[in-house]
DNA sequence: TAGATTGTTAATCGATTAACAATC
DNA sequence: TAGATTGTTAATCGATTAACAATC
């Protein structure tokens, strides 16, 4: 099937499948797009739309969607039925809470090896190894792993971000405060923390003055 | 002015503004927009038109804008001239990690006050004290916070949201990965670490397929 | 003056929402 | 059958991009 997708309903579809999966675990199953739709705080019209891109299986009227078919849908258009693995760079206090953050298993997305500028001797924390960024080059090549996640100092992103790139990595998710010059087959998304609460803030503000 | 701004806007007026403070520090004077739009990988016709909504001073042609007034005018309209203040609920991993981030400063954000269930004596951390939520209501109602912070696990989310809403909360961003429940007068800013990581890596599928 | 860069107005693009017929 | 819920097609909404005249 292999639509293209928008990037806002990219973003929408692992939280259909969260749901889906809570539904599926208390016995649900079937559920229409309407108690979706309320769940998710979504128009019912919106998810209705998007389930449609995602899944073959037609929805019954009057009942809704399978939940277990739905879930396998989902599963395979987001494309979670092999793990997806990640590096991390830069283990530092939001490096670490990414380390150790349980929400990526429900994802199929897991963190296997990391680099830092401090770790001499290899070492583990929440169960991944970190190695000296001198490392990096050579054991991300050798894992062809295609995700990297960028938390180090905004000045040294860059660099690493080659690094990266050079060795494989086809996607980057950074979170260092600096615009990242990549090929153009590469993906980038950033993500800057201080931006968010600055977004909202300023949201909050516009709000006011009406 | 008090213009109405679309969201992704709203989101890059930010980085303008970090960009430009760097310019200002380094001597610089006058700026394209080109030249922002380059450092900051947009086109040049969007930093034109997002210059304009934000600033009254026009452009000078063939010389670019001020750049100081640039700053000025950013600030005023983000609201930046006052501190913003936030509360953060949830001093785990993630919330230490926010509780240190520096970078909150360079967009005036602070976070003045911290909330945790295994807090019993109050504790400082990164120069934040935190307290036992049950002091919560109290104290946020008492120092005017308008920016909440959730970073708890899921269950006790809507908990700690209808809590900080009653004690006068306007903006929340909520780290824990389930869909509050507020009031229509309250903002929700949802941000989900795994949802980041399983959308950068759908879009990699994605682009893979093709 | 010539060239760069601006602001304005119109065109395009893309996503969401609405309306409605189809069906279990 | 009646009602709920679906899928489809069209309308709306909003943001980005393009074209171009204005100007220091």
């Known amino acids: 099937m292999s639509k293209t997708v928008s990037q806002p309903m990219l973003r929408r579809l692992p939280n259909y499948l969260m749901l889906l999966?809570?539904?599926h675990d208390t016995g649900i199953a079937f559920c229409s797009s309407s108690r979706i739709a309320e769940d998710l705080g979504l128009s019912s019209i919106q998810v209705r739309k998007d389930l449609q891109t995602v899944s073959d299986t037609p929805g019954v009227p009057n009942q809704g969607r399978d939940v277990k078919r739905l879930i396998d849908d989902l599963e395979g258009f987001l494309g979670y039925n092999d793990f997806s693995q990640a590096v991390l760079v830069g283990v530092g206090r939001l490096?670490?809470?990414l380390l150790s953050y349980e929400g990526f298993r429900e994802?199929?997305?897991k963190i296997v090896l990391a680099f830092d500028t401090r770790a001499h001797t290899p070492e583990m924390q929440s169960g991944v190894p970190i190695y000296h960024v001198n490392k990096l080059?050579?054991?991300v090549?050798?894992?062809h792993v295609q995700i990297g996640i960028i938390v180090t100092p905004s000045k040294s992103a860059q660099g690493v971000c080659d690094a990266l790139v050079d060795s494989g990595v086809?996607?980057?998710w950074n979170f260092a405060p600096v615009h990242l010059?990549?090929?153009e087959d590469v993906i980038v998304y950033n993500e800057n923390m201080a931006e968010s609460l600055a977004f909202l803030s300023s949201k909050l503000r516009n709000k006011e003055e009406k």
């Open 141 to 143: 090549t050798r894992l």
């Open 95 to 97: 490096g670490s809470a």
């Open 107 to 109: 994802y199929n997305m």
């Open 137 to 139: 080059r050579q054991l």
């Open 21 to 23: 999966r809570k539904y």
């Open 181 to 183: 010059s990549v090929p």
């Open 170 to 172: 086809k996607a980057i």
